[in-house]
């Protein structure tokens, strides 16, 4: 039997597993992901992303090409919005305009790309950078150890066995995540609340959409409640279906025995048009449930995306917190992996990604009993909060961050309050660099980033001397002030933006994330700022250069 090695087995290569790849290779650490299809995804599926994931993919150098790739199949800004069917009354509006009210906090914009346009984008950056990729095989069977994990893979077509030996594996492996069952981890939550299907067709609905910019389309009728996403030039789509009849006495069956014909009917209903000619494509079951998994790490196996939790698709969540997961550990799996941070920091995931993506799950079910099914309403169920902490104000809590004297965070903010405090995400600031607008966001995304204000020479000498000392890869910059090497900071908004002082300093993770504040130049050293790394690092002392 051929047998290979690699540092990380991804296993699934879908929205989350393909951006496991594409992030660890872009950390220099070269996975091996498998995939049980022969290819992309060839449905559309999830296509709302938000700007956070945005943000992810400009950190890679993907997000131009998504965003060109977004404009041949939707129209910016678009609505989401509910009514009776296409042609029928409209009911509501829940939001008016995708960007409206958020363009501020982030240089990134949330936008509509389907994950057949998305995968392959994804998966051509991830083996540019020297992911590798074999699709058509299947991850059999896997078996951990101190040192490792070991797995057999199965080539779908010619049946050879593979042996691979890595010494990290992320189950990136779907909702009903064979892994995790093998792994006994239990899904916590609402369990299965319909049994929905998903139908595709093909018809010019173009007449039905009267030049409306309407990006999902919840329907609510006497027939049925699902909702409608709809791609340029309005002759594909699909329509979710997730119960049928009266609401007083709703059928979440749909699924079971459902004919073409009566899809076909189903979908006339959710047009409110007898006459177009549409024809289904094809029919896909799914269940929708609200679960979070119970832990996200067994020893050297890691839980991400579908797997580690499932949400029912209102709000559009589900792969943006999967693609979060993968943005969060992957950075902690390649210092590791360098040896340049101890295996504690791996512990770090579940307990960072755990509450962001229960309290994400429970807003999405929220959002599911308001939007489509209020005779599931009752008194636990969470109030709905507003989309921008959800999308962007998760908050962590973990051996990875050190709080200040603001102390520990609450699980989430508005992102226009964090103000830089240590477990949040680093606000977005417009700064220039050589005469070129950018963001403070494009500071991060590769190595710790050190900021200091602009009165912080005490913290930029002893950031520089920290990142002599230590093989942690640090960057400097002074951010404001009429320093020759200072970034300009033509709104003179930094310090505020970032809670501190002008000679202030924050210590920001390669993922975006605040790991350390000082408010002040007080105690500005070279040994505070490396001490702070070790801690963050989960190691005594950081390796030294
Ligand atoms: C109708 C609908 C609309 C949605 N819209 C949105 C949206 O707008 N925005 C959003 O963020 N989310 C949305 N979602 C949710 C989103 O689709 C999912 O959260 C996301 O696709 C999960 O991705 P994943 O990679 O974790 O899992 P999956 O996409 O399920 O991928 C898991 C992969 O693992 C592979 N696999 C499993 N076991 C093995 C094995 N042993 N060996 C090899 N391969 C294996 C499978 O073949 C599969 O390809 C929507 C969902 C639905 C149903």
Known sequence: MPEIETPVLIVGGSLVGMSAALLLAHHAIRPLVVEHHRGTAIHPRAAMITQRTMEVFRTVGIEQVVMQKSDEQFVQDGAIMALESLTGKELAF????????????????????????????????????????RFATEMVSFAQDADGVTAELRHRDTGEV????????????????????????????????????????????????????????YVVNPTLSGFFRIEKPFTSGFLAVHW???????????????????????????????????????????????????????????????AAHVMPPSGGFGGNTGVQDAHNIAWKLALVLKGLAGPDLLATYEPERRPA????????????????????????????????????????????????????????????????????????LEIEKNGARISTLDLFGRNFALLVGPEGKPWLESGRAAAQQTKVALDVWQ??????????????????AYGISPSGAVLVRPDGFVAWRAKTSSGASAEAITAALASILCLARVKSA
């Open 94 to 133: 829940f939001i008016a305009n995708l960007n409206e009210g958020v363009r501020d906090i982030s240089p990134s914009l949330r936008l509509f790309i389907t994950q057949s346009l998305l995968e392959p984008l994804l998966k051509s950056r991830a083996e540019e950078l020297g992911a590798e990729l």
């Open 162 to 217: 593979t042996r691979v030996r890595s010494k990290y594996m992320i189950a990136a492996d779907g909702a009903h995540s064979p892994i995790r069952e093998k792994l006994g981890i239990r899904m916590l939550g609402h369990g299965v609340f319909s049994k929905s299907v998903t139908i595709y067709f093909k018809g010019d609905v173009a007449p039905l959409m009267r030049n409306r910019n309407l990006s999902v389309m």
């Open 244 to 306: 049928l009849g009266d609401v007083k006495n709703p059928d979440t069956d749909v699924s079971t025995g459902l004919a073409e014909e009566r899809a076909l009917a189903l979908l006339r209903s959710g047009l409110g048009d007898e006459n177009v000619p549409v024809k289904i494509e094809n029919i896909m079951n799914w269940d929708a449930t609200a679960d979070t998994a119970e832990h996200f790490q067994d020893g050297r196996i890691f839980l991400a995306g579908d």
């Open 357 to 428: 993506c229960e309290f994400t799950v429970e807003q999405a079910y929220s959002r599911y009993v308001t939007r489509s099914a209020p005779y599931l309403r009752s008194d636990d169920m969470q109030p709905i909060e507003n989309d921008l902490p959800i999308e962007c104000g998760y908050c962590y809590n973990s051996a990875a961050i050190v709080p200040d004297s603001d102390g520990p965070l609450p699980a989430r903010m508005d992102p226009r309050e964090s103000k830089a405090r240590p477990g949040s995400r680093a606000p977005h």
């Open 479 to 496: 951010i404001g002030g009429r320093e020759g090497h200072a970034l300009r900071d033509p709104s003179a908004q930094f310090a505020s």
